[in-house]
């Protein structure tokens, strides 16, 4: 079954394994509860959450759902770890906010909710799955006509490398070893080409940099290590 889903079995078991420490804001999760801010404010500025219907593809424990949902966004979450979803959904009974979580793949909801969603966001995902340009197909067809869809991964080059990888996962520690794998990193050109293919147009390149003096992580102009993508559905 899961060789026929565009999914990887260790990707899934690796996150699977720690899913129960999700919401550990000193976790292996840590980066994620800091960068959610960032990537949250720039999505809202884009598009005001405020009472659209937005799907957060792989959506992990609900970090970023849970955010959108707390900015009035009606908010459904898709993934196809069903530990994650387990914690995602208990932590909803602590934070009170709604979030409609799902056991499925972006392939088979595109098929049951095709042009659903006037926001579609798939962060930190497109670097953990076999096939990218499959995941980024099924969020165009998920977004309505003039839909924004806005994905987030790592770029592939020698910096990415030393920076996400060595530097990330084995100098400061800041993810556990073998959380990522380098040659799966997507260059913007890669990920521009395929959302185009989807039938995508791109509205906004942005780089997501993290500075190991101060420990702070910043949006900025450097798209060489981490970068998000704003796109459109046209009308």
Request: hydrophobic share 40%; net charge negative.
């Amino acid at each position: 079954m899961m060789s026929s889903l565009n999914a990887d079995p260790a990707e899934l078991q690796k996150f699977s394994d720690l899913a129960h420490r999700w919401w550990d804001p000193a976790s292996e999760f840590k980066p994620l509860h800091e960068i959610n801010p960032l990537r949250l404010g720039w999505i809202n500025d884009k598009v005001a959450l405020d009472g659209r219907t937005v799907l957060d593809v792989g959506c992990g424990g609900g970090i970023l759902a849970e955010g959108m949902a707390a900015l009035g966004a009606r908010v459904s979450g898709i993934d196809l770890s069903e530990k994650a979803l387990s914690v995602a959904r208990l932590h909803l009974f602590e934070s009170g906010w709604n979030v409609d979580y799902r056991l499925i793949s972006a392939e088979a909801f595109a098929d049951e909710q095709a042009g659903t969603f006037d926001v579609v966001t798939c962060m930190e995902m497109l670097e953990h799955v076999p096939d990218p340009a499959s995941t980024i197909a099924a969020c165009a067809r998920l977004a309505k006509p003039g839909g924004h869809v806005f994905f987030s991964t790592l770029n592939r080059n020698l910096k990415s490398y030393l920076f996400a990888v060595i530097g990330a996962e084995y100098v400061l520690k800041l993810l556990p070893a073998g959380t990522h794998e380098y040659s799966k990193f997507i260059k913007p050109s890669e990920l521009t080409r395929y959302c185009r293919n989807a039938g995508l147009d791109t509205a906004e390149l942005i780089g997501l940099s993290y500075n190991p003096l101060t420990k702070v992580y910043s949006l900025g102009t450097d798209t060489d290590v981490n970068y998000l993508l704003h796109t459109q559905r046209p009308e």
